[in-house]
């Protein structure tokens, strides 16, 4: 058995009997998550010791045998391991010049007999200070629409390595998209995810209107997409909140959070989305914060049929009324595909 390798390496977490946030011990390496009889915690996390306190090349490997466990992050949060029930994630320290350290990961599903490697892609916004209106790196493309829409990579954001800003012109069908460079994702044969941690600078007003979407759709031409799933912010039909969507061309699943998009550029005022498709494309689930949004069993209707070509990530920034520009800033991403056939 794979617990038996690590010996008296190996914990057992109790999600119930622990705080919501634990930091893993040094000196294990195999930790198994589950849930008691009673008392469930829910929206468990672990979080990875100090990477200069240990060797490069040091692997944890997590079991999550809780549905209320949510993941890993690396020591100082910069990094988050999403973690389905079911499945194991390995990380593997890569660099120890820092605190969070850079780890890789690797997630498979026990039921199956060999590892089936994972893409997992992060980016936190760093390089150099780029000005213009289009920026193509980091594992984005972009694409704008009138003059004055920008995209731009920046290092002004105090305590962040790099910001990324989208913006929408002083014109009031001004839009700015940014969209995973990668080649057209398909729904099915694995769980596909996407995920960033970022801030409006504004809400919207009546005078002053704009549309923001984020996930898994195909529109990248600032326009409502055909297919996807992702997370809306359309002030004037749901008000406020975020809200989650599921379409498919033949018609959409809408439910609205109770959850407002957060403004500014320091401390709390950073919010982090992800939208998450199962391995069947039957069911999508949304987290703002790592709180879980959707409701049991997930959004289980309208999931982009499999066959249909769709960008694993887009971000898309559009105003609707007002000549007054409007910016979306990114502190990082993180793209995820997890496949049901061991690679």
């Known amino acids: 058995m794979r617990s038996n390798r690590y010996g008296d390496q190996r914990q057992t977490i109790y999600a119930a009997n ?3 946030l634990q930091i893993v011990s040094p000196t294990k390496r195999f930790f198994q998550i589950v849930d008691p009889l009673v008392g469930i915690a829910t929206n468990f996390c672990m979080i990875l010791p100090d990477a200069r306190t240990i060797r490069t090349q040091t692997p944890f490997v997590f079991e999550n045998a809780s549905s209320n466990f949510v993941g890993i992050y690396n020591a100082d949060r910069t990094t988050f391991h999403r973690l389905p029930p079911r499945a194991t994630l390995t990380c593997t320290l890569k660099t120890q010049a820092t605190a969070s350290g850079v780890w890789g990961s690797m997630v498979h599903d026990p039921a199956v007999g060999n590892p089936a490697f994972g893409l997992s892609v992060f980016n936190d916004c760093t390089g150099a200070l780029l000005t213009g209106v289009q920026y193509s790196d980091h594992g984005l493309q972009s694409a704008y629409g009138v003059t004055g829409s920008l995209n731009i990579l920046s290092q002004s954001e105090g305590g962040k390595q790099g910001t990324y800003y989208l913006g929408t012109g002083i014109n009031a069908a001004g839009y700015c998209n940014s969209y995973s460079a990668l080649s057209n994702s398909y729904l099915g044969n694995g769980c596909r995810a996407c995920e960033m941690k970022q801030s409006l600078y504004n809400l919207s007003t009546a005078a002053e209107e704009f549309i923001s979407r984020f996930g898994i759709s195909d529109n990248i031409t600032g326009g409502a997409p055909a297919n996807g799933v992702y ?3 359309d002030r004037a039909a749901y008000g406020d909140v975020w809200v989650m969507r599921n379409i498919n061309g033949a018609g959409n699943n809408t439910v609205p959070t109770a ?7 320091t401390g709390s005022d950073w919010q982090k989305l992800r939208v998450e498709v199962d391995s069947a494309a039957s069911r999508s689930d949304f987290w703002i914060d790592n709180v879980l949004m959707s409701p ?3 959004l289980n209707t309208r999931v982009p049929l499999a066959a249909t070509a769709i960008k694993h990530l887009n971000i898309c920034l559009t105003k609707t009324v007002g000549i007054t520009a409007r910016y979306w800033q990114m502190d990082n991403y993180r793209i995820q595909s997890y496949p049901i056939t061991p690679r």
């Open 296 to 298: 049991a069993g997930g």
């Open 18 to 20: 622990d705080t919501v």
């Open 231 to 233: 997370l809306l912010y």
């Open 259 to 265: 959850v407002a998009p957060k403004t500014g550029s």
